[in-house]
């Protein structure tokens, strides 16, 4: 059975610092890895997808690794601004019929 | 291009009682999932409805149903409410074509409030 962990649970950080998210999971047999955002009571935005034969996808001040072998990715999120105060979820996706399985995401506060 | 819609926003519903939760595609997608958030926790996959059938389903109990019309667009349907079925419920749609990996696209969800 597929298990997604987000570490930390909760960051919180002052404007401008440079962080990192992380996500593991449990079985390598993915289809791709995808980021997203989601701000209180809302939907999920989708941030970046990588797909099982990338190493690394990039948007803006978002940077996203994937490393299958080790079921390990990262997102770095470079010069935080208060605007990228959310929570942070990472999912992956599994064959057949398209299921993501989530994390339980990382709460990120940026203070001005 | 409306992205996907789902309705009604907010829900408040009594244990017991039947709710039906609706969701419209994105133009041009034939797939819907469904997931259940329940408060701080992540997504957890319901089903997912692909030419008006039900291709796979998570570790839901039967209560939870849903419907998949020829316009793609779908419905769930929870009977017999539960206090634990309060939770936010989100919709995603996607593109099969037989491209596995096709992102998927998240609408606002419904937030449900069982009392």
């Known amino acids: 059975k597929q298990e997604v962990t987000q570490i930390p649970a909760a960051l919180s950080v002052p404007e401008g610092e440079n962080l990192v998210l992380n996500c593991s999971f449990t079985?390598?047999?993915?289809?791709?890895l995808q980021w997203f955002r989601q701000d209180p009571g809302k939907g999920l935005t989708s941030l970046l997808l990588?797909?099982?034969?990338?190493r690394e996808q990039t948007s803006g001040r978002l940077n996203a690794s994937l490393d299958k072998s080790s079921g390990r990715s990262t997102l770095y999120i470079a010069a935080s601004q208060p605007g990228d105060s959310a929570t942070y979820l990472c999912?992956?996706?599994?064959?057949?019929?398209?299921?993501?399985?989530f994390g339980q995401g990382t709460r990120l506060t940026i203070n001005p | 291009d409306a992205g996907v819609t789902q309705s009604p926003t907010h829900l408040i519903k009594t244990r017991g009682q039947q709710v039906t939760l609706r969701c419209s595609p994105k133009?041009?997608?034939?797939?819907v999932s469904w997931y259940q958030q329940a408060l701080g926790q992540g997504p957890q996959f319901i089903f997912q409805?692909?030419?008006?059938?039900?291709?796979q389903r998570g570790n839901f109990p039967d209560r939870f149903s849903g419907h998949q019309f020829p316009n793609y667009s779908s419905e769930l349907n929870v009977n017999a409410l539960l206090l634990g079925d309060s939770a936010l419920y989100l919709c995603?749609?996607?593109?099969?074509?037989?491209?596995?990996?096709?992102?998927?696209?998240f609408g606002n969800g419904t937030r449900l409030t069982v009392t």
């Open positions: 995603a749609s996607s593109f099969a074509g037989g491209i596995v990996s096709s992102p998927l696209h």
């Open positions: 079985d390598s047999a993915i289809y791709n």
């Open positions: 990588i797909q099982s034969s990338q």
């Open positions: 999912a992956v996706l599994l064959g057949g019929a398209q299921k993501l399985v």
């Open positions: 133009s041009g997608h034939d797939t």
């Open positions: 409805y692909y030419e008006e059938e039900e291709r």
